[in-house]
């Protein structure tokens, strides 16, 4: 069975941090990406950034980068996403994703796996 489970999604003022977790089983983490899309209501899912697990190359996105760090580590089968400097248009439910090999989609139909979902929510 195949699994992605996320986690660390809370309420936070703006300027503060959270890290999400998303923790993989059932299939080969190496050959993977891992990263995040995120979906704010009535708004289309978003990546946000990704790992290449063998290679430790990182995407992110131009609206978070400089303020959010993704890392993976192999042998625990995790991926992280330390965000910081959240801003109010970061709120949404941010859902780890998986695909084979390298190559990120943008869109969300080309991911393969993805985790349930976890809520971030930052405060004015």
Same mark, same amino acid.
């Given at each position: 069975e195949v699994q992605l489970v996320d986690s660390g999604g809370g309420l936070v003022q703006?300027?503060?941090?959270l890290r999400l977790s998303c923790? $993989?089983?059932? /299939?080969s983490f190496d050959d993977?990406?891992?990263?995040? /899309?995120?979906? $704010?209501?009535?708004k289309e899912? #978003?990546?946000?950034?990704?790992?290449?697990?063998?290679?430790?190359?990182?995407?992110?996105?131009?609206?978070?980068?400089?303020?959010f *760090?993704?890392?993976? #580590?192999?042998?625990?089968? *995790? $991926?992280? +996403?330390?965000?910081?400097? +959240?801003?109010p248009e970061d709120t949404g439910v941010y859902y780890c994703a998986a695909v084979d090999g390298n190559v990120w989609p943008t869109d969300p139909e080309l991911i393969d796996y993805w985790g349930q979902g976890t809520q971030v929510t930052v405060s004015s």
């Open positions: 703006a300027g503060g941090s923790v $993989a089983s059932g /299939f993977y990406s891992i990263g995040w /899309f995120r979906q $704010a209501p009535g899912r #978003e990546g946000v950034s990704c790992i290449s697990v063998a290679d430790g190359r990182a995407y992110y996105a131009v609206s978070v980068k400089g303020r *760090t993704i890392s993976s #580590e192999k042998d625990k089968n *995790t $991926a992280y +996403l330390q965000m910081n400097s +959240l801003k």
